[in-house]
C-alpha cells in the first residue's frame, strides 16, 4: 500500500515538473525575465519544502540572497542543485522549519521579494 501511494506521488511529481519546463521554455520564449517560484510540502513525516526558482537572468549575489531568506525563515537547506550561468535554477530541499507560521505561500514570498531585492541593487550598480 505504501508503495503504490509513493507511486501515485512519484507520478504527481513528474507532471508538476513538466508543467514547470513548459512554463519555464515559454517564458524564454517570449523574453520574460519574471521568475517563476515553485514551493511544494513534502509529505510522508519529513516535513519542509521542496522549492524551485527559475529566472532567465542571474545578478550577483542572487544564489546567496534566496539562502538568506531560507535561514531567515529556519529553513536548512538539506539538498540544493544550483546553475546561476546566463540564468538561474536552483532547487532545494528545505528542512523542517522551526517556525510553525510557514507555509507554501510565505516560503514563496520570501524567495520572490530576495530576487527583487537582489534585482534592485544590481539595478543600482548598473547605474553607477
Known amino acids: 500500500m505504501d508503495a503504490s501511494a509513493y507511486i501515485k506521488e512519484l ?3 513528474v507532471v508538476r515538473l513538466n508543467q514547470e519546463i513548459t512554463c519555464a521554455q515559454d517564458a524564454l520564449r517570449h ?3 519574471y521568475p517563476t517560484v515553485t514551493v511544494e510540502t513534502l509529505v ?3 516535513g519542509g519544502f521542496l522549492i524551485n526558482v527559475f529566472s532567465d537572468k542571474s545578478c550577483p549575489g542572487l544564489l546567496v540572497s534566496v539562502l538568506e531568506a531560507f535561514d531567515e525563515l529556519g529553513l536548512s537547506v538539506l539538498q540544493a542543485t544550483a546553475s546561476c550561468a546566463d540564468s538561474f535554477r536552483l532547487e532545494a530541499v ?4 522551526v ?6 505561500h510565505v516560503v514563496k514570498q520570501a524567495v520572490l521579494q530576495a530576487i527583487r531585492s537582489c534585482s534592485e541593487s544590481g539595478s543600482e550598480k548598473d547605474e553607477e
Open 99 to 104: 517556525a510553525e507560521n510557514v507555509d507554501e
Open 94 to 97: 528545505g528542512g523542517e522549519n
Open 31 to 33: 523574453g520574460s525575465s
Open 44 to 46: 510522508g513525516g519529513h
Open 11 to 13: 507520478k504527481q511529481k
